[in-house]
C-alpha cells in the first residue's frame, strides 16, 4: 500500500504542472503546518490553494474539503473545514488523470463531488460538472527502473 504523503505529493507536483503551463507563478510554503499547499500568483492576486487527490465513484470525482485531526487533541472534533483558509481546491484524479480547480465558496465543509458522467436520473440542479472546473490533463506511466536503465545502457553503448 502506497503511503498518503507519496499520493499527496504526486498531486502536489500534477497540480504545479498544470498551473504552471497555464501561466500562474507558484510559490510553496515553508514547512508542514500551513493550510494550504500553494499560493498563485495571476499577476493581479495571490491565492492560496490546497490540494486534494480526488477517487472516481459513481461517476463522480470525489474529494475531501475538511482535513482530519483525529491524530491532534481538540475539543472541537476531528475535522476541521477549510473555509477562510484557502481560496481554490485543486484536485488531481489519477484514475481520470485530469486536474480540477475549484473556488471554495459553494462547496460543502466535508465533502464534494465533480459529476464525470451524466447522472441516471437526469438531474440538473445541485450538479458540479467535472468539465466546468478542468484545468488539464495529463497521462500516467510507471516505468520501472529495469525498462529505464536497459532503455538508457543501450543509447549510451550505441553512441560510443
Known amino acids: 500500500m502506497e503511503h ?3 499520493i499527496g505529493d504526486r498531486t502536489t507536483l500534477a497540480v ?7 501561466g500562474y507563478a507558484i510559490s510553496v510554503p515553508f514547512g508542514e503546518n500551513t493550510r494550504y499547499d500553494l499560493v498563485i500568483d495571476d499577476g493581479e492576486r495571490l491565492l492560496r490553494v490546497q490540494c486534494k487527490t ?23 472534533g476531528t475535522q476541521r473545514h477549510y473555509r477562510g483558509q ?21 462547496l ?6 465533480l459529476r464525470v458522467t451524466a447522472p441516471l436520473n437526469h438531474q440538473r440542479k445541485r450538479i458540479r460538472l467535472a468539465s ?3 484545468i488539464a ?6 516505468p520501472t527502473l529495469r525498462r529505464a536503465l536497459r532503455a538508457s545502457s543501450g543509447a549510451r553503448g550505441s553512441s560510443a
Request: net charge negative; charged share 30%.
Open 4 to 6: 498518503p504523503k507519496d
Open 16 to 22: 504545479m504542472l498544470a498551473l504552471r503551463e497555464l
Open 54 to 76: 480526488g477517487r472516481l465513484t459513481s461517476g463522480c470525482v470525489e474529494f475531501r474539503t475538511s482535513s482530519s485531526y483525529a491524530h491532534h487533541p481538540n475539543p472541537k
Open 86 to 106: 484557502v481560496d481554490y481546491f485543486a484536485v488531481f484524479c489519477p484514475q481520470t488523470g485530469e486536474i480540477y480547480l475549484i473556488p471554495i465558496d459553494g
Open 108 to 113: 460543502p465543509d466535508d465533502r464534494a463531488h
Open 132 to 134: 466546468d472546473y478542468r
Open 137 to 142: 490533463s495529463i497521462e500516467l506511466r510507471k
